[in-house]
Every structure is written in structure tokens, then in C-alpha cells.
């Protein structure tokens, strides 16, 4: 009988940690809960340029024309309420000039952090004129963390290019689809 217990000890451990009641269906039902919601999305942002990244070259090649790698962000976003800035940034991957040589086309990404530490990351296009110093361009919102995580959206911007400073202040509006 001894022996008997001393196997079945093992059985009766398990079974006294096992319980009827299953957490697990709740998860499911509120994953299944979430639906994609779209919103409206306004941007009022600064881009700070940060000199010690490589500078980029734009092509054609030996076109002389080189813009700074990237740098931080900071402002607002309707989503996101204040940008938090040291996590907040924009990098160039490429640039072109145009045939013209007025514009200067930037391919770039980055990502926007909000206060509770989630962020949204985003590819682009953005045209600098040089004549005038202005931009425009379109965001594309690819994802993240947090409420941002699968999401999606366009934002299209405007802005002013400070050329003695390297900063760009730019504002936008488009919409982003969450997941809630």
C-alpha cells in the first residue's frame, strides 16, 4: 500500500494544481472582441537633425548634394499626445535630386513614441523644394507596440525646411487604423 501512495503521490500533486476553472477562454474571447477601428490622425512635429550620424548622399552619385542621416522628433500627435523625443526618430535611407535640380525627394522612416512608452513606425516620402524651402510628403504608418501593434494609416504632411538650422517643422493630417 506504501508503494501504492508513494507512485500515486506525483498523480495527486498535479491534480490538486490543476483547476476546473480555464483563463485561457476568456483571453480568446477578448482578442476576439477587438476590431479595427479608424481614426483621424493630426501631426505638429519638428524634426532635429543629429549631425553626428553619416550623412547621406543623393543621387545621381556625385551629385554633391548631402543631407544628415537622421535625428529625433519631437511635438504632437493626436494619437499619441506629446512625442516623447529621445526615443523619437527619422532616419533618410536615400534621396534623389530631381531633373530640374529644385527638388530634393527624401525616402525615410522612423518611429513616434508616445508617452506610455508604445510607438508606431513609418516609412516615407518627403519633396523639399529648394527654391522655397518647403516640403511635402507622405507617411506610412506600418505597425508598432502596444495600441499600435498591426496597425496602419497614412498621413500626408507640409512644412517649412530651416536650411541655417537643418530643422524641419511640418504638420499633417490622415487617419490611422488600431486594433482595440
Known sequence: MKKF???MMPVFVLMAG??????SPDLGQNALKKKMVTKTMTVALVSIPDFSLPHVECLPENSYVFLCGGGSVQGN???????????????????????GQDQVREFISGRITAVSGNYFTYTGTIIVNVVDNTMTGTLYIEGG????HRSS???????????ETGRCSWIGTGSIALWL
Open 5 to 7: 501512495m508513494f507512485l
Open 145 to 148: 507596440t502596444g495600441k499600435y
Open 18 to 23: 490543476c483547476s476546473k476553472d480555464n483563463p
Open 77 to 99: 500627435v493626436s494619437e499619441t499626445g506629446d512625442v516623447v523625443t529621445k526615443v523619437s526618430m527619422w532616419r533618410v535611407n536615400s534621396c534623389e535630386i530631381s531633373s
Open 153 to 163: 494609416g497614412m498621413v500626408n504632411i507640409e512644412g517649412l525646411v530651416n536650411v
